[in-house]
């Protein structure tokens, strides 16, 4: 399994654009990338998922180079609600592979 | 998308006593699902892997006769913390996902978590 890197913590205001970068230098061939939210007692939330390149939705975007070493998720216009546990991860889950979580950023956005 | 549902989400028992969790998924088949314990200001960390109509699977280092997973049906896996003491306190989470072992881009739901306290 692809062991992931990411900083321990940021801290933001409101409005800003977020970029949290995600290491992770052993990923396999046939292994997604999935970042995952996570609030103070809550189970954690899907956010993004990309293979390569770039992927964007409603609430964030997800670039990956073409190496696919690292990932960056990108919040655009955070605000105090985005104040969170973000998690990358990475894996293939067509033989039923196993959702093991790194750290995580502990984000902070601040008025 | 896709719900878990699980509950408690708060249960308060004394020690020696065992704690029953369920997690359910409410508008698909889960043939996989996770449990997963997180302590304060801790990551998530793998506890086992739930399979209907066979025995769990378990990590390392996770006691198997402490705590027992039961997936009988495609829609219902149960946590038993058994003989619960002190240290047991905190915060399990059960995921799951409608196309694991299909696709290799699965997205896990997660349930909303339960807090154990046993005092």
């Known amino acids: 399994l692809a062991k992931t890197t990411q900083p321990i913590s940021m801290d933001s205001y409101e409005g800003q654009e977020v970029n949290i970068t995600c290491s992770h230098n052993?990923?396999?061939?046939?292994?997604?990338i999935t970042w995952y939210q996570q609030f103070p007692s809550q189970g954690p939330r899907f956010i993004i998922q990309g293979y390569k390149t770039k992927v964007t939705n409603e609430v964030a975007s997800l670039f990956i180079p073409a190496d696919r070493k690292s990932s960056t998720l990108s919040l655009p216009r955070v605000s105090l609600s985005d104040t969170a546990v973000y998690y990358c991860?990475?894996?293939?889950?067509?033989?039923?592979?196993?959702?093991?979580f790194g750290q995580g950023t502990e984000l902070s956005v601040k008025p | 998308g896709a719900v878990v549902s699980q509950h408690p989400s708060r249960v308060i028992c004394k020690s020696g006593t065992s704690v029953k969790i369920e997690c359910r998924s409410l508008?698909?088949?889960?043939?996989?699902m996770f449990w997963y314990r997180q302590f304060p200001k801790q990551s998530l960390m793998l506890m086992a892997t739930?399979?209907?109509?066979?025995?769990?699977?378990?990590e390392q280092g996770v006691e198997k006769d402490k705590f027992l997973i039961n997936h009988a049906s495609l829609t219902l896996s149960t946590l038993t913390v058994t003989s619960a003491h002190p240290e047991d306190s905190s915060f399990y989470i059960c995921s799951a996902g409608d196309r694991l072992g299909v696709v290799a881009n699965e997205k896990l739901f997660f349930g909303s978590g339960t807090q154990l306290s046993v005092l």
């Open positions: 508008d698909f088949q889960a043939t996989t």
């Open positions: 991860l990475v894996g293939d889950y067509l033989q039923g592979g196993k959702l093991i």
């Open positions: 052993n990923i396999a061939t046939n292994d997604y």
């Open positions: 739930s399979n209907e109509g066979s025995k769990a699977t378990y």
